[in-house]
C-alpha cells in the first residue's frame, strides 16, 4: 500500500521540502510506493476521500490534545496501511486538516514525540517533526530500518548543506 504525500501547492516550490527527499529516496524500492498528491480543498482526491470513509486511511499526525486517543495498527505495517501525511508547513498543514472533512474521518497514528533536527525552516512547532523525519520513524517502526537510515542520512546532508 503506499504513502500518500499530500503535499501544499506552496510546498512544492520551496526548495526546504523534505517530501522531495522522501520522493528520491524510496523511489528505488518497489515495496514502499509514495505517491505526491497535490492538496486541492475544493477537489479533494477522490480515492483518498473514499479510503477515509471505509476506514483505511491512516494520517500521520500529531495528536491536537496530550489526552487524545491515538489508535494503533498492530502490527504496523507499511505494506498492509494506507498511510497519508500532510507535506506543509505546520500553519498550512493544520489549515489542510480543518479545511478537509476526510481527513478528519481518517484514523491518526501519532509518532512518538521526539525533537526535530530540522533547521531550514523557522516557526517550527514544539515536538512536530518534518516530512522527512515522520517516514523515516515509519520505516524503522515498519521494518524496514535500513531504508529509513537511508534517508535519515539523505536528510542530514540536505539539513546541513
Known sequence: MPLYLLTHQRELERPSNTGRLVLD?????????????QW???NPDPHLVQLAEQQKLWLLYPASEPTEAVVRPEPLCWASQHWVLLDATWQESQKMLRQSP???QAKRLSLPASHSAYLLRRNQQAGALCTAEVVVQLLALSGWPEQGAALAQRFRDFNHR
Open 40 to 42: 486541492q480543498r475544493k
Open 25 to 37: 529516496e524510496l523511489a528505488q524500492y518497489a515495496n514502499l510506493q509514495v505517491i505526491r498528491l
Open 102 to 104: 476526510y481527513l478528519q
